[in-house]
């Protein structure tokens, strides 16, 4: 097990290694002088020229990415326009988009999950066309329409939660669940019907599959059938998608972030492309290439846990 780890690990850190260059060359590609965003309205040369001098952009870009990543690797991603700190930023902002994602993930495997083992085992019957036709509208339905949506209804007509805005949990848990609860629904209900979707077919594959009739031909109850043997083998396929998931959940956090306000890590994505703030841009685009690589490392680990059969296969190889 150790061994799997150490491998699955070392080509984490080299994916890592590679997306850090790709950011680096990518973010330099952009169109526009870096110098300008860092002067703002002072245009006078001998500004610009102190500002290059400053953060090395006249030297090679080589010898500028060999001094961002030792930087980094410190946990120092430089400062932005504004003179602030890029890692105290992602710091602030990051445990938003966390919360809000892993709630959102929360409610889209409690959902989508059972449906999904039900709609295959009672399939062609009316829980199974009630749990596909409403996967398929939590499909249809974007972000931005369902937040606008609840936001109206649950908002301003019922006054039962409040419009947008965030509340630390250490300073009042109820109230950062209030402030949560609507954009972790309308992240998560696109998750489950993703996640039921997948779940009656690799269901429904497993139900037909031989160690499933023999188990059936020994006498073992239908629960044990169902939950000890299909359910575990169909898990593997769903830890695929709810690790993948984890990029659409950054993705559509985007959106439902600026429709209910919530400053986190996704709003200061689009604020930093939008203000042309290279330094905060490289960490945010470096921070989340890091942590789609540690998901699929985790996602790996799963995977040996679920079906000892991959840990074994991999340490063949």
Known sequence: MGGFILRKAGAALIVVF????????????????PALAYAGEDRDPEVLAAIRDKYGLEDPQPVQYVRWISLALQGDLGTDTRGLSVTETIVTRLPLTLELAGLAMLIGVLIGIPAGVIAAVRRGKASDYAAT???LLGLSVPHFWLGLLMIIVFAVNLRWLPAGGYVSFRDDPLG??????????????????????QMRSDMLTSLGADYVRTARAKGLSEWSVVGKHALRNSLITITTVIGLQLGALISGAVVTEQIFGIAGFGRLTVDSIAQRDYA????VVLVAAAGYVIVNLLVDVAYSLINPRI???????
């Open 311 to 317: 840990r074994v296969a991999g340490t063949r190889t």
């Open 18 to 33: 590679l997306a850090s260059v790709l950011v680096f060359v990518g973010v330099r590609a952009i169109p526009g002088d």
């Open 176 to 197: 950062n669940l209030e402030h949560m609860l609507m954009p972790a629904i309308v992240l998560g209900t696109g998750l489950s019907a993703v996640l039921m979707r």
């Open 280 to 283: 905060l841009l490289q960490g």
């Open 133 to 135: 036709t409403t996967a």
